[in-house]
């Protein structure tokens, strides 16, 4: 039972730090949500890619709040529905906690839609070529080890950075031009194997 004497932020700090919990698992659903999505769309395994846990995070973050008028909606209706959660853990008067914990769990495909929604919007954004093209610098021993077709691809940048690890680059290649109706092909590239890696901002057409 809470003692009534105590000032009222020290009645509320217990219930504050629960729903920094819950926020910071349904964040961690999204961004992870998001990361898996987007890497799926290009056959690469989030397994694969080792993700700083603070990374995930930001993320969510931009998943939620993406100026794309689909995920937008989606990011708002989410936004007002944990709003009004949060609200109602804060109101004083006996509230049924199964309730509560069906609102919270109403969440979770909600929250999962906008985090699939706006990771394959991102990589359908990479495979249309409506990002900047990567070109990259290889190692001067090393550029007899990369096939004709990828050198070719490299020289003419066509090439798009999907992901980066600590020692992979990962790189996509559209065939066929901006279209997105043919085959794609992603390169994993040895960090180890680049001299440099250089983005091209506002490209010549």
């Known amino acids: 039972m809470q003692n009534e004497d105590q000032p009222w932020y020290d009645r509320s700090l217990p219930k504050m730090g629960s729903i920094g919990f819950v926020v910071a698992a349904y964040l961690y659903l999204i961004g992870w949500s998001y990361c898996y999505w987007f890497l799926k769309y290009f056959g690469i395994s989030i397994n694969a890619v080792n993700i700083q846990f603070y990374h995930i995070f930001v993320y969510s973050v931009g998943a939620i709040f993406s100026l794309r008028t689909v995920t937008t909606v989606l990011g708002f209706v989410f936004c007002a529905i944990f709003l009004f959660v949060i609200l109602i853990a804060f109101v004083r008067f006996k509230f049924k906690q199964p309730i509560l914990a069906l609102l919270l769990i109403s969440l ?97 057409q």
């Open 108 to 204: 979770i495909p909600l929250s999962f839609q906008v985090a699939k929604q706006e990771g394959r919007l991102r990589a359908i954004q990479i495979q249309t070529g409506a990002c900047n093209p990567i070109v990259v610098v290889l190692k001067t021993t090393v550029d007899s080890e990369f096939s004709e077709e990828f050198m070719k691809a490299n020289e003419n940048k066509e090439l798009r950075l999907v992901t980066m690890t600590q020692d992979r680059l990962y790189v996509y290649r559209q065939l066929g031009g901006k279209s997105g109706k043919l085959p794609g092909f992603v390169y994993e590239i040895p960090r180890a194997e680049v001299f440099l890696a250089r983005i091209l901002v506002n490209p010549p």
